[in-house]
């Protein structure tokens, strides 16, 4: 015989039909308990909660004893049984909280006994399981809502150390004026840029784009940051110039993205303006929109050149153009989130977009916000950087306009 753990109670005035029906419950394995009223089985009863009751009692004894039971962990199941009842009593007990119902003696049909037995349990079983999956993932959820609570401090900070890596606004040197945008699609950002004097008369200017996005993308950025402080460091102590050297630089950068094996790569353009011979220095690392250069009484246009992502291949190399500033001039530099938020169907149609904006009078960060309605955005589909160099010796537009 299989051995049961099951426990049933009974709950009927009447001893005999009490014993009876233990005496079959037993012998089927169950753990059988009788009681001749509801209030002694609470009394008596001392032990686990039952698996089913049985129980021989009017419509409104059963819906007591249904509402004692809502507050058990689990589902327990009424079987109500009764010597003799009509149509209506049988819908009045099962309203008031019965399962099911069986003629007395419950036994004399052990079929029917065995099959609403049998039901009843596995009932019970799949609530249980339920509630069981239920509770595992009330925990789960919990533990994920505190994950993502940390996760998002986390972002905060991590956010907060990005924008203050950032470069000052409207920096002045020499008569041009670097300024940026920097606006994140996520908490972090995987687009960065950056500007700084390397001497008295040259300027280092660079808008980078990883991929990706995240807290990885945002520690290449870091990694970015560090790496031209300390460049700039030894370039302060002689020890080397790689920084004065865009095609160098875009190498070291190659060679330590590969060594944090992160499996991230950038695109990125650089620049070096000799404010002295007027003259921009820049290498491109597959940056993607070129840089729109627009000089006085002449049309604006893309700035020419193509390169190699950076952090992909061992050995690259990079080309070095130079473009002379004989005349006033202003710089536009975007990562590609730019045109993602430009309205038009081909790459081609939305660099033509941005070119045409340029060209109609919107020079600086402030007026190409505006036209394409980045403050209205609350959501981005992509990180959106832009950096502009504009010569503002000569220039009839206020920087900040």
């Not at 819906?63 to 149509?87: K, M, W």
């Not at 630089?249 to 303006?273: A, P, W, Y």
Request: proline share 4%.
């Amino acid at each position: 015989m299989v051995s049961r753990t099951q426990r049933i109670l009974i709950i009927d005035s009447d001893a005999n039909a009490r014993a009876e029906l233990s005496r079959y419950l037993e012998v089927r394995g169950f753990y059988a308990l009788g009681y001749s009223t509801p209030s002694a089985a609470i009394e008596l009863y001392d032990g686990p909660a039952p698996d089913i009751i049985f129980a021989d009692l009017p419509s409104d004894a059963i819906r007591d004893v249904a509402n004692h039971l809502e507050n058990s962990e689990y589902f327990i199941p009424i079987v109500a049984c009764a010597e003799q009842a009509t149509g209506a009593d049988v819908v009045a007990v099962m309203r008031a909280g019965a399962s099911d119902f069986l003629l007395k003696p419950c036994s004399s049909d052990r079929n029917a006994l065995d099959d609403v037995i049998a039901k009843l349990l596995e009932r019970a079983r799949i609530n249980r399981l339920n509630q069981l999956y239920r509770q595992e993932l009330e925990d789960a959820n919990r533990e994920l809502r505190s994950g993502m609570s940390e996760l998002s401090a986390d972002h905060r900070a991590g956010r907060k150390v990005q924008m203050k890596m950032l470069p000052e606004h409207n920096m002045e040197v020499n008569g041009v004026v670097i300024d940026h945008l920097i606006k994140p699609s996520l908490f972090l950002s995987g687009d960065f840029l950056d500007y700084f004097k390397l001497t008295d008369d040259k300027v280092m200017v660079y808008i980078a784009d990883v991929s990706g996005h995240g807290a990885s993308s945002a520690f290449v950025t870091v990694l970015l940051k560090n790496l031209t402080s300390r460049l700039r460091r030894d370039l302060r102590r002689g020890f080397n110039d790689e920084i004065m050297h865009p095609e160098l630089f875009l190498q070291r950068i190659n060679s330590e993205l590969l060594d944090t094996g992160l499996g991230k790569h950038v695109t990125i353009f650089m620049g070096i303006i000799d404010l002295k011979t007027r003259v921009l220095s820049y290498t491109v690392g597959a940056h993607l929109p070129m840089p729109i250069i627009a000089f006085e009484d002449q049309p604006a246009r893309f700035l020419e050149g193509s390169g190699l992502p950076v952090g992909l291949f061992e050995e690259p190399e990079w080309q070095v153009l130079e473009l002379a500033l004989t005349a006033p001039f202003r710089l536009l530099m975007f990562s590609d989130g730019i045109l993602e938020v430009i309205p038009a169907k081909s790459l081609d149609e939305k660099e033509r977009t941005l070119l045409e904006l340029v060209s109609g009078g919107r020079h600086t960060i402030a007026s190409l916000s505006e036209a394409l309605n980045l403050d209205e955005m609350t959501e981005l589909p992509d990180d959106i950087a832009m950096v502009s160099v504009t010569d503002v010796l000569s220039d009839s537009e206020s920087p900040s306009s």
